[in-house]
């Protein structure tokens, strides 16, 4: 088990918190929203998840290279 300030725990953070977004049925949030402005999954996964999933990938990259900077 990994201690509770161990660099795990943080990256674990990072990829659930932006991983959701890249499909849009990860989150409540993302649910909440297909109903509410009527958003098709579908239509989500072709034209928007691509963007998240480029965001997640340069989160985990700039995670990466500040935990490297940093020591």
């Known amino acids: ?18 991983g959701g977004s890249a499909i849009i049925i990860g989150s409540a949030a993302g649910i909440a929203v297909m109903g509410i402005e009527k958003i098709n999954f579908l239509w989500y996964l072709k034209n928007i998840s691509w963007v998240a999933l480029i965001g997640f990938f340069a989160g985990i990259l700039v995670f990466i290279l500040q935990r490297w900077m940093t020591g």
Do not use: I, N, Q
């Not at 161990?6 to 918190?17: A, R």
């Open 1 to 18: 088990m990994y201690p509770t300030d161990h660099v795990f725990w943080e990256f674990l953070v990072l990829s659930t918190g932006t």
